[in-house]
């Protein structure tokens, strides 16, 4: 069977996907090359757990605070590209910086400028990709969430071999890089079609309209129970983001390359299930896919629980990833399917600020109970967030798909 009849988006008409994917990629690069910078910047600081901990929860946090203007601007102005490449440079520089950083504070600092690059991107790329492929949203969507696995894929096995290689901060200075290339690209490209759809944000209606639309979107039961189902699962891949390689590196004793190769393993499962669950869901509807992929989550988890062998834990832990990454790609298309066209910027920041409040409580939490119990004991407390999330779809509405 053809690209062009699985999907059905013509080849001439993918080629906006794959760019906006391409940024996503970026995004999560970035975002990659932060997590496994971090057991190297606990000990380069010496950190406790906490306070690396923190680091990830001002991570999220800035990407919370992000949500409030982004989804806003992308609407009323309906220039969604530019808010793209402002998201990538701005994260891509952010990462650069962290070469040259003397101080936890200027850390600190600089994260906050990543956490807000990274929910910068989703509000106007999702509403692009919604808006440009309204028939295949699904599909559309999985490119893009195949592309973020992709830089989650890649940049842990290449920051893991730069820091073997020269050292923590020659990898984040490199490593922002590729993520200013594409950021020119996809302005050189992307940004003429940006143009021509200016005119379909929301301004026409006025400050009171779009404020009424985003009310309606506020009190829909469906919407919010979305939003609340997103957050506890992005709690647990956000745990496993931030915990996995300080279980790696301080309990296992892995080196630099053998993190970013387990951290990638982590990430394959997502590559090859996004675009088959994002295009069987345009076919079967969303709820159907999302249950089935927290189902094989919680079946994971309770197998996980039952393992006292350190390597077959962390070999779960991977397993569970791939159910994870394959249901993110629907649940963002079920989000596009609910909202408003018009309102569809403000409607992923509303998804997005929850999963980051959400993930801004996790690193903190998790912090905690390694501190206290051990590194291996913040597992459970992720099994706990994904049969959250897994409850939380039965009782959606089944009329919302």
Known sequence: MSLARWT??????QGPAFLTGLGHGGTHWVAGIFYILLPYINRE???SYVQAGALVAIF????????FGSGLVVDLTGRRVVFQVVSLLMGAIALSAFAVSEGYLLLCLLTVFIGISNNLWHPPAIAFLSMRYPDNRGYALSVHALCANLGDTLAPIAAGSLIAVAGWQAAAGIGGV??????VIIAMTLLPQDRLSAGSGHAGTGWSGYFAGLKRIASNRAILGLCLMAGFRSMTQNGLYVFLPLYLVDVLGTGPVLLGAAMMVLQLGGVFAAPVAGTLSDRIGRRPVVLAGLSVTTVIIAVLTLINNDVLFVAGVSLLGFALFAVRPVVHSWMMDMAPRELAGSATSLMFGTQSLFSVIMPVIGGLIADRFGLAAVFYMLAFTVLVANSIVYLLPKDSD
């Open 178 to 183: 590729p993520v200013i290339a594409v950021a």
């Open 60 to 67: 999220h946090a800035s990407a919370f605070a992000a949500n």
């Open 45 to 47: 600081f010496d950190l």
């Open 8 to 13: 059905g988006v013509e080849r001439k008409d």
